[in-house]
């Protein structure tokens, strides 16, 4: 198992989920869930937690769920390893 710290990119707005709902499911424990304000923090990599990934793949997953009249923008995700290994 690695460590690994994981960013997220989108673009903010105000029509924006102010809990778009991230998981990271790395198939072998309970997904990990982040919860982020898409309304700001917009055009940069967000830090949303360290995650612990075994051998076999990994998925991270942006929800679609949003209060009616919001949206959530999947731009792009990173994976850090942590110590840089």
Not at 45 to 71: C, D, H, K, Q, T
Request: hydrophobic share 40%.
């Amino acid at each position: 198992n690695r460590e690994y710290r994981v960013f997220a990119w989108w673009s903010e707005g105000t029509n924006r989920s102010t809990a778009a709902k991230y998981i990271l499911n790395n198939g072998s424990s309970k997904p990990s869930v982040f919860r982020v304000n898409q309304q700001t923090n917009g055009g940069q990599w967000n830090y949303l937690g360290n995650v612990r990934m075994g051998r076999g793949g990994a998925a991270v997953i942006l929800s679609n769920e949003a209060p009616v009249g919001f949206v959530v923008i999947a731009d792009a995700v990173k994976l850090v390893p942590v110590n840089g290994r």
